[in-house]
């Protein structure tokens, strides 16, 4: 077994080359990450009270509302002193999944219905509770509802889940307007919005315009944030079951769909449902290929690639002016399963948004569900595991994330050119580093569109990086792509791009683009950029030096200084065997772990959204079928976890076994 001490041997070496001729301050330096510069904290709830948030409003005076899915509502008075206070306003209601302010009364979006309630005689207590328009219910227990959220002109908007009948894989709308998207009135009146939603936990009203966030699932290859347009179809064809109604604004239907792509109603011999698996020998089919045989089919303008940007995405707020430095403006998604919050910048091209999305700050104590802005310009976070599981120590609570004014060094936003992307720095990069072409790398993938649950990415493709302009501030930095593809997500890394000033890394050096269109313009000539390429130079170096002390030993010059082997005794080998005493670590097989997505479900001992390594040791499986569940899982192993584990064909056989391997070692 290697020794830690050697293990921590190289890096050290490896640093100390890195920063080798830079001023003694700058090599002291270590480069801050996320919780340096946005802090968590955490509001106490009362004792005895699971506080499952389902939903977060800051009320005129500065207090904020809560609503937990057990269907209590509190007030929150002084919800940023040291000191808060719990009142309870409401109780008794159903599973209340979002709250809404307007006119002295609170409104939330129960299990079946729209609510107003408002507290008549100033007890501080809701004794008027008004149902302003209510939807079917089946009885399903995943008929999930959630919102309001207001529109400028006074209406509210909510959104409604599919259930989940027997077989559970098939997401089906079993009522009228489940899977929709509902615009009502205050007075009333219902009118359908938009349909092809599966689970739509998070939905935001952005600038006047109706945003929501899609959760991985069946015909749903990964989350993603959607533009909800009136008449818009978005993902999943359940919600298509009811376009024949009068007052339905698109008519697209179930059938067209299922005429092209196959809904995977298999039974067996017996008559019994077969759940759909990813089937890896045929052509894959995109959202983008459909788009063009169904125009009313609306592409996300952000894909947020399972396990790495969450996998039960939610709440999506936008950055108000002077709230977080450099990032006003741009969008906040919360993530129920991985307990997290990412960062979204948006553009137009061609009438459509889309855009880039980052990581921005993960370790809060259980999901994020709902986020709400104080007035202090901190952050309140509302939290619910739920049953299904969720990163961190808690199943509930509330916090806050705090900024400390400094500024992070980080990409700010990203921007698609006709030859490839801009970025945009928080401040000046080192123009040595970003004027490198080895600094970056770019690769592109998408998701199938089918009807089994999730997808793993496919066609997944290196794109080459031709050459960098940098701006005369530094501030910008126009990086020239080969062979972008309209329709998917491009990966860029940035590595080794530094900053000026303290030759820091970037907070988060990856950027995940959601290229629906390539943008016209004026595309640049190689005269005009960057073209060096500093690992290009170090490999010819080596090659140089290779063929150098080839020659001399071939010359024999070089031939005096080898040492000559004893040959080896008969019967013996001179090596090791493979692998021999070699016993892998948590720190060895991390990073294959974080690459194929396994920590966004497992953690090594809590049980999370799926069960913990050392559980699924007990179940004394070989190496080689671990492999086999990774590829092709069995929920049916785990009845006990509410998320099934989608099929992850992609993972390399060879790094699913070092996998298995230790997994196998914690039993």
């Keep these: 077994m290697i020794k830690v001490a050697k293990k921590l041997f190289l890096p050290v070496l490896m640093a100390g080359a890195l920063f080798a001729g830079l001023p003694q301050k700058v090599q002291a330096q270590e480069s801050p990450m996320e919780e340096d510069f946005f802090k968590i904290m955490r509001v106490?709830?009362?004792?005895?009270?699971?506080?499952?948030?389902?939903?977060?409003?800051?009320?005129?005076?500065?207090?904020?509302?809560?609503?937990?899915?057990?269907?209590?509502?509190?007030?929150?008075?002084?919800?940023?002193?040291?000191?808060?206070?719990?009142?309870?306003?409401?109780?008794?209601?159903?599973?209340?999944?979002?709250?809404?302010?307007k006119d002295g009364s609170l409104y939330c979006a129960q299990r079946g219905e729209l609510t107003k309630l408002t507290d008549t005689n100033n007890d501080g207590k809701a004794d008027l509770f008004e149902t302003v328009y209510a939807w079917p219910l089946s009885g399903n227990y995943h008929e999930y509802s959630f919102g309001p959220k207001i529109a400028p002109d006074g209406s509210f908007f909510v959104t409604t889940n599919l259930g989940f009948p027997d077989p559970w894989w098939h997401a089906t709308s079993l009522v009228p307007w489940r899977g929709w998207m509902l615009k009502i009135s205050p007075e009333g009146k219902m009118e359908p919005w938009a349909t092809g939603l599966r689970s739509p936990a998070g939905i935001g009203m952005i600038d006047g315009e109706m945003f929501y966030t899609e959760n991985q699932g069946d015909w749903v290859g990964s989350g993603g944030l959607w533009h909800v347009k009136k008449g818009a179809f978005t993902v999943h064809p359940g919600g298509l079951r009811w376009t024949n109604q009068p007052n339905s604004p698109l008519k697209m239907t179930q059938q067209q769909v299922y005429a092209k792509l196959d809904p995977r109603f298999e039974k067996d011999a017996k008559g019994g449902h077969v759940k759909p698996e990813n089937r890896v020998k045929e052509p894959n089919v995109t959202m983008f290929d459909m788009k063009k045989q169904f125009p009313d089919l609306q592409l996300p303008a952000v894909w947020l690639p399972h396990g790495i940007l969450g996998i039960s995405n939610s709440e999506v707020l936008k950055i108000p002016e002077g709230h977080f430095g450099p990032f006003e403006g741009q969008l906040l998604v919360g993530d129920q399963g991985q307990s997290k919050i990412m960062r979204v910048a948006l553009e137009k091209v061609k009438g459509e948004y889309q855009g880039v999305a980052f990581d921005f700050r993960s370790g809060f104590q259980s999901g994020v569900l709902r986020m709400a802005w104080a007035k202090d310009k901190s952050l309140f976070v509302g939290e619910t595991a739920r049953g299904w599981g969720a990163a961190g120590e808690a199943n509930e609570g509330l916090q806050r994330l705090i900024w400390n004014t400094r500024i992070p060094f980080e990409m700010k936003t990203v921007k698609a050119m006709p030859d490839g992307f801009e970025v945009e720095f928080t401040s000046p990069v080192d123009r040595k580093s970003a004027e490198d072409i080895a600094s970056y790398a770019v690769d592109s993938y998408i998701y199938k569109y089918h009807a089994v649950y999730g997808s793993p990415p496919v066609n997944a493709k290196k794109l080459a990086v031709k050459g960098v302009k940098l701006s005369a501030d530094g501030t910008k930095a126009r990086v020239l792509v080969d062979n972008l593809r309209e329709g998917y997500i491009h990966v860029l890394k940035l590595d080794g791009v530094r900053a000026k000033e303290n030759y820091y890394t970037l907070v988060h050096p990856v950027a995940y683009y959601t290229l629906n269109s390539i943008p016209e313009g004026q595309k640049l000539a190689l005269s005009?950029?960057?073209?060096?390429?500093?690992?290009?130079?170090?490999?010819?170096?080596?090659?140089?030096?290779?063929?150098?002390?080839?020659?001399?030993?071939?010359?024999?010059?070089?031939?005096?200084?080898?040492?000559?082997?004893?040959?080896?005794?008969?019967?013996?080998?001179?090596?090791?065997?493979?692998?021999?005493?070699?016993?892998?670590?948590?720190?060895?097989?991390?990073?294959?772990?974080?690459?194929?997505?396994?920590?966004?479900?497992?953690?090594?001992?809590?049980?999370?959204?799926?069960?913990?390594?050392?559980?699924?040791?007990?179940?004394?499986?070989?190496?080689?079928?671990?492999?086999?569940?990774?590829?092709?899982?069995?929920?049916?192993?785990?009845?006990?976890?509410?998320?099934?584990?989608?099929?992850?064909?992609?993972?390399?056989?060879?790094?699913?076994?070092?996998?298995?391997?230790?997994?196998?070692?914690?039993?």
């Design 44 to 101: 106490p709830s009362p004792e005895g009270t699971l506080l499952e948030v389902g939903g977060l409003v800051i009320l005129p005076n500065g207090d904020l509302g809560i609503s937990t899915r057990r269907g209590d509502i509190f007030i929150l008075e002084n919800p940023t002193s040291p000191k808060p206070h719990f009142r309870k306003f409401a109780s008794g209601l159903h599973e209340v999944l979002g709250l809404a302010y």
């Design 528 to 667: 005009e950029v960057s073209t060096r390429n500093s690992a290009a130079a170090s490999a010819t170096s080596k090659a140089s030096k290779a063929n150098l002390t080839t020659g001399k030993a071939k010359g024999g010059s070089a031939a005096k200084n080898t040492v000559s082997k004893a040959p080896a005794t008969p019967g013996k080998t001179t090596a090791a065997p493979k692998n021999a005493n070699v016993v892998l670590t948590f720190n060895d097989v991390k990073p294959l772990l974080a690459k194929n997505t396994c920590l966004a479900c497992h953690t090594t001992d809590k049980k999370q959204v799926g069960p913990g390594f050392r559980e699924i040791a007990k179940r004394k499986y070989s190496n080689q079928k671990i492999v086999d569940l990774i590829h092709n899982p069995k929920p049916e192993n785990w009845p006990t976890y509410a998320t099934p584990m989608p099929p992850m064909p992609q993972v390399p056989k060879g790094e699913a076994l070092k996998i298995a391997a230790w997994i196998n070692s914690l039993k």
